[in-house]
């Protein structure tokens, strides 16, 4: 125990400033690509900290938190480089990043989070197996693993939730890839006013939400693997988001976020989720998309300008979900624009709803998109649209039972029809109340 307490004290670093240039080398990183952990001698820049010579063994029973953290001290003092954790497993409690470090999880590695949640801190939110505060040039590398063991604390939220895999806040420059994140005792990657951030290759397996990022901006999310018991992505207050390539699997929602300029393409969302939730035990997806804006996070930004296109969604509840009135966090701030290209989602049980704002602010596009709900629950609409500013659909499939309209539109600015088909055939395929204006072109079904 008194081992334990004396790492727990270490603490957080203290704030310091960032370099003037920080925000153009963070640019640069960004269109460069991740920078290599790349060799060099000891005592310089670059040099590398094999957490064996600080005396981690392998294997141990006993926490081997100190030992690792003086190999991050002492690369962080000489100015960075890599730490490595070599082929075995490492049992150890909190770790604190510093500026430049590269944390390297070789081949068959396994840094194993302890199971007491004491060894983490206080029992706080933010406690967690890996924290960065304020530190720039950070990089958690693969192909090992973060294991965090499914610690629980009895006095986290819902009673059980434990310590974060990854917990940075206020930090530049981030890479984590490569590696992979499993049985989180929370969130696998938790960020908060963090910049200049590329997730490449990461798995997040079981735990809560795989990557929650709040007011973080220019974040690219490319070939990952997020099969979570919670969201896959989510928080609020983002800019600038990029996501391309990546694997979604969810007992909750794919994603429920809020942020302006979202990028979401050549993706991949099934469920039900391999992972149950771990508080309702359940594991159907619940939604791919949902509006994320909480009253009480009082967010500042709406969700807008969002591109999701070249994606595939198979056995969720919804492709997507936003009610600004009575909406479960959502009515914090507005979705506005919205637009889906080229995506098609089979065996959804709920339709496309939305309930915008009093002003009308949303607008959605789906362009070659098809939708089909899944065999029992084909008894109502395909899409059902409240208070839009713009509704525009072009070369649009809906599949249903064809008792009930595909689509229901009311409230509305503009709504454009452009070779909307609908399946099967029903003599009256759309429900059209209360919109000022619509446009049905040359093509689209009567």
């Given at each position: 125990?008194t081992?334990?307490?004396?790492e727990?004290r270490?603490?957080?670093?203290t704030?310091?400033a960032?370099?003037?240039?920080?925000g153009?080398?963070?640019?640069?990183?960004?269109?460069?690509?991740?920078?290599?952990?790349a060799?060099?001698?000891?005592?310089?820049?670059g040099?590398?900290?094999?957490?064996t010579?600080?005396?981690?063994?392998?294997?141990?029973?006993?926490?081997?938190t100190?030992?690792?953290?003086?190999?991050?001290?002492?690369?962080?003092?000489?100015?960075?480089?890599?730490?490595r954790?070599p082929?075995?497993?490492?049992?150890?409690?909190?770790?604190?990043?510093?500026?430049?470090?590269c944390?390297?999880?070789?081949?068959g590695?396994?840094?194993?989070g302890?199971?007491?949640w004491?060894d983490?801190?206080?029992?706080?939110?933010?406690d967690?197996?890996?924290?960065g505060?304020?530190?720039t040039?950070?990089?958690i590398e693969?192909?090992g693993?973060?294991?965090?063991g499914d610690?629980?604390n009895?006095k986290?939220?819902?009673?059980?939730r434990g310590?974060?895999a990854?917990?940075l806040?206020g930090?530049?420059?981030?890479?984590?890839?490569?590696?992979?994140?499993?049985d989180?005792?929370?969130?696998?990657?938790?960020?908060r006013?963090?910049d200049d951030?590329r997730?490449?290759?990461?798995?997040a397996?079981?735990?809560?939400?795989?990557?929650?990022a709040q007011?973080?901006?220019?974040f690219?999310?490319?070939?990952c693997?997020?099969?979570?018991?919670?969201?896959?992505l989510?928080?609020c207050?983002?800019?600038d988001?990029?996501?391309?390539?990546c694997?979604?699997?969810?007992?909750?929602?794919?994603f429920?976020?809020?942020?302006?300029?979202?990028?979401v393409?050549?993706?991949?969302?099934?469920?039900?989720?391999?992972h149950?939730?771990?508080?309702?035990?359940?594991r159907?997806m619940?939604?791919?998309?949902?509006?994320?804006?909480?009253?009480?996070?009082?967010p500042?930004?709406?969700?807008?300008n969002?591109l999701?296109?070249?994606?595939?969604?198979?056995?969720?509840?919804a492709?997507y979900?936003y009610?600004?009135?009575?909406?479960?966090?959502?009515?914090?701030?507005?979705?506005?624009?919205?637009?889906?290209?080229?995506?098609?989602?089979?065996?959804?049980a709920?339709?496309?709803?939305?309930l915008?704002d009093?002003?009308?602010?949303?607008?959605?596009?789906?362009e070659?998109?098809?939708?089909?709900?899944?065999?029992?629950?084909?008894?109502?609409?395909?899409?059902?649209?409240?208070?839009?500013?713009l509704l525009?659909?072009?070369?649009?499939?809906?599949?249903?039972g064809?008792?009930q309209?595909?689509?229901r539109?009311?409230?509305?600015?503009r709504?454009?029809?452009?070779?909307?088909?609908?399946?099967?055939?029903?003599?009256?395929?759309?429900?059209?109340?209360?919109?000022d204006?619509?446009?049905?072109e040359?093509?689209?079904?009567?």
């Amino acid at each position: 125990m008194t081992e334990r307490r004396s790492e727990v004290r270490a603490g957080l670093p203290t704030r310091r400033a960032f370099l003037a240039a920080g925000g153009t080398l963070a640019a640069a990183s960004m269109i460069a690509g991740a920078v290599p952990c790349a060799p060099a001698d000891e005592g310089t820049r670059g040099g590398e900290y094999p957490v064996t010579r600080y005396g981690a063994v392998p294997g141990e029973d006993r926490l081997q938190t100190a030992a690792i953290q003086a190999a991050i001290d002492t690369c962080g003092t000489a100015g960075g480089g890599t730490v490595r954790i070599p082929e075995g497993r490492f049992r150890c409690g909190a770790l604190v990043l510093r500026d430049h470090v590269c944390l390297l999880l070789e081949a068959g590695a396994v840094l194993a989070g302890s199971g007491d949640w004491r060894d983490y801190g206080e029992g706080r939110w933010h406690d967690a197996l890996i924290t960065g505060q304020d530190v720039t040039g950070i990089r958690i590398e693969g192909p090992g693993k973060i294991d965090g063991g499914d610690c629980r604390n009895p006095k986290g939220e819902e009673g059980f939730r434990g310590p974060h895999a990854v917990y940075l806040t206020g930090c530049r420059d981030i890479a984590v890839e490569g590696v992979s994140i499993t049985d989180a005792g929370n969130y696998a990657v938790l960020c908060r006013d963090c910049d200049d951030a590329r997730f490449v290759g990461v798995a997040a397996r079981a735990g809560h939400d795989a990557l929650h990022a709040q007011a973080c901006r220019r974040f690219t999310v490319r070939d990952c693997d997020f099969r979570t018991g919670d969201d896959c992505l989510a928080g609020c207050d983002n800019e600038d988001f990029e996501v391309t390539g990546c694997k979604i699997n969810s007992s909750c929602n794919g994603f429920r976020l809020g942020c302006v300029n979202l990028v979401v393409r050549d993706c991949t969302f099934w469920g039900p989720g391999e992972h149950q939730h771990l508080v309702s035990e359940r594991r159907n997806m619940l939604s791919a998309f949902v509006h994320f804006a909480p009253t009480d996070r009082n967010p500042k930004l709406p969700s807008d300008n969002w591109l999701v296109e070249n994606i595939t969604i198979d056995n969720a509840d919804a492709v997507y979900a936003y009610d600004f009135e009575r909406g479960l966090w959502q009515t914090g701030q507005p979705a506005k624009r919205l637009r889906f290209v080229n995506v098609r989602a089979t065996g959804i049980a709920r339709p496309l709803r939305v309930l915008g704002d009093a002003d009308r602010q949303f607008e959605l596009t789906l362009e070659r998109v098809s939708i089909s709900l899944r065999e029992d629950r084909r008894d109502q609409e395909v899409l059902d649209v409240r208070r839009f500013g713009l509704l525009r659909l072009s070369d649009v499939t809906l599949e249903n039972g064809g008792r009930q309209p595909v689509l229901r539109a009311r409230e509305g600015n503009r709504l454009e029809l452009d070779g909307v088909r609908h399946l099967p055939e029903n003599e009256n395929p759309f429900a059209i109340e209360g919109v000022d204006a619509v446009e049905t072109e040359r093509g689209a079904d009567d």
